[in-house]
């Protein structure tokens, strides 16, 4: 189906049994992430609060919070339109006559990826005097710094060529007309607002809340810059999304949308926002970012309003970010030729861990890749690049460990990069948006007999598990060890990680190891989507990653031996999520009475 608007997404989710409407009440602080946070990890379905306290508003979440519900958001599986796209691009040249006829479906969607301006819209069917309070707008977590609109799709144009970007960020709401505008580093709506003060131009912005899923996708996916958001979804959605001029601005907003907040973003003024449960499974830390000042908010007849929930990961955006890079993934093929695919793991925040297929053509052309994605545009934000060769399923993690152990040598695969930008999420390196970065290059550069491996394998590890039980007993700072294949060991220590890794990365016992890494007590080993958590939000590349050898041969730095990570956290970081204690057991006396 091709939804133009929310609420059909939301009927047809109920229709098929993918939503459940919950008519108890429910407090939007706190209470609601609880109850979302455990549905999502339960496999139930998508939520709609009826009655929500202190707003007469209903609340629609987890509303693409699985595979399933994605796949029905956009009409087939999100691989399938990258296939498409990276197929029509890769065979338009040479050009046959031929070809507009076997792709003549493909080119009518794209001929339809125009928006359409219109008169009337449902989104201004009711004109108000703006009152953010009357919105159920939520406190996802205990020490938020208030109320967060955490799904508003920000409308945006560039004061000189007119150019539009519509992007998802966080406003902290101050006040019934203002709220804060988190323009992270390296988005579009950022950039503007950059061009915005440079000219001491007024900067007229719009929020919509609840647009069509095909809207909402385009405004999460990391395109070029310059590219219009609402061209994409038309073009995914193979009809044009209808566009109609605001009330109060001179802005052109979604004219099927649930609610649209108009007004403008002040110039050269700034004010705290933060702290926020953010999707790295921390609080951000409170900084200072632009100020949204409402002029009007228009809506629909009975709106609904939209919400998410960001945290320890797995989250609804997990879905979202892996449908949004199974589209335009494949599109790094155009420039790069020598990569066959690419993996962002959403248990790192997606920008902290990527991991690169490549087919090398001469030595060292995967590096050269790695440099060139980290020059492109939200790419540049990654933190950690793992290379593997062309036939290794990057998505695959236990395959990508395997490479690791098979054909990393740090003394030739390791590269550091210091004192670059960084997300403005990540706060390992203790300075906002600045910190460093590593390539790790395991793809195969020479022939070797897997099967003579796989015979030893057993007895190996079997012996590498002996070692590891005894070294780490003698240690009472480590809690627990797991060694995953026979090369990458993370230890869970109660204290002092980076004297922990500095004596094992020395210990000759555990010299075919080829990384350990150092957790806190509350990653959760034993699961992969903890440890890897665990492991990427919580280091810095040049500050906490060590070798058994390293030194400096004129300018140039040499690593040799065990890569030893000290992930623990450290004092001067956020605090990792926790819910409210009386929450949750409110949650768990109240949980029947969600579903009657």
Request: glycine fraction near 6%; aromatic fraction near 10%.
């Amino acid at each position: 189906m091709k939804f133009t608007a929310l609420r059909e997404y939301i009927n047809y989710l109920e229709s098929i049994g993918e939503l459940k409407r919950i008519n108890v009440q429910v407090d939007p602080k706190l209470e609601i992430t609880e109850i979302a946070i455990r549905a999502l990890r339960n496999n139930m379905p998508a939520l709609f609060f009826e009655n929500v306290k202190g707003s007469k508003y209903p609340i629609a979440i987890n509303l693409y919070a699985s595979e399933r519900r994605i796949e029905h958001a956009l009409g087939k599986h999100p691989q399938q339109i990258g296939e498409e796209l990276i197929n029509f691009f890769e065979n338009i040249i040479p050009l046959k006559t031929s070809f507009f006829w076997q792709k003549r479906n493909f080119l009518k969607r794209i001929l339809s990826s125009r928006y359409k301006l219109v008169r009337k819209g449902l989104s201004q069917e009711i004109i108000k005097e703006p009152k953010l309070s009357e919105l159920p707008i939520q406190i996802c977590w205990p020490k938020d710094a208030g109320r967060f609109i955490t799904q508003g799709q920000v409308i945006t144009q560039h004061p000189l060529d007119g150019t539009r970007n519509i992007g998802l960020y966080r406003l902290q709401v101050y006040d019934d007309i203002t709220t804060g505008m988190h323009w992270q580093i390296q988005k579009g709506g950022g950039f503007h607002f950059y061009q915005a003060e440079k000219l001491n131009k007024k900067f007229e912005t719009a929020v919509a809340l609840g647009t069509d899923p095909f809207l909402l996708i385009a405004s999460i996916s990391a395109l070029p810059e310059g590219f219009d958001e609402v061209i994409f979804a038309s073009f995914l959605r193979g009809e044009s999304i209808q566009m109609i001029k605001g009330r109060t601005i001179d802005l052109h907003v979604p004219a099927n949308a649930e609610f649209i907040l108009e007004g403008k973003v002040k110039l050269n003024e700034r004010r705290i926002e933060g702290p926020f449960g953010d999707h790295f499974g921390h609080y951000s830390n409170s900084a200072p970012f632009p100020i949204f000042q409402l002029s009007a908010i228009t809506h629909r007849k009975n709106p609904i309003y939209p919400s998410t929930v960001v945290g320890i990961p797995p989250m609804e955006d997990k879905f979202l970010g892996d449908a949004s890079q199974q589209i335009l993934g494949p599109l790094v093929k155009i420039i790069h030729k020598e990569i066959k695919d690419t993996w962002a793991y959403f248990e790192a925040g997606f920008h902290n861990l990527l991991v690169v297929s490549v087919e090398e053509r001469y030595q060292k052309e995967a590096m050269k890749a790695a440099f060139g994605m980290l020059g492109t545009g939200q790419l540049s934000l990654t933190k950690c690049i793992i290379l593997v060769s062309h036939n290794i399923n990057p998505k695959n993690w236990m395959e990508v460990v395997r490479e690791i152990e098979d054909h990393f040598d740090p003394h030739f695969d390791f590269v550091l990069i210091p004192k670059v930008p960084l997300d403005t999420l990540d706060f390992t390196s203790y300075k906002m948006e600045l910190g460093s970065k590593m390539i790790l290059d395991a793809t195969r550069k020479q022939k070797h007999s897997i099967n003579q491996k796989i015979c030893v394998e057993g007895q190996t590890k079997k012996i590498l598990i002996e070692k590891i039980k005894r070294i780490t007993n003698s240690d009472k700072r480590i809690i627990d060890s797991r060694l995953i294949m026979n090369s990458f060991l993370i230890v869970k220590v109660a204290s002092n990680g980076r004297a922990v890794i500095e004596n094992l990365v020395t210990r000759k016992e555990l010299k075919q190891i080829k990384i350990i890494a150092a957790v806190s007590k509350d990653v959760e080993i034993s699961k992969q989507e903890s440890y890897i958590w665990g492991i990427f939000t919580r280091f810095d590349c040049e500050r906490d990653v060590i070798f058994s050898n390293q030194k400096l041969i004129g300018i140039s730095p040499i690593y040799e031996g065990i890569m030893g990570i000290d992930a623990t956290w450290k004092k001067g970081y956020p605090e990792a999520l926790k819910m409210d204690q009386k929450v949750v057991t409110l949650v768990d006396e109240r949980w029947d009475s969600y579903w009657k």
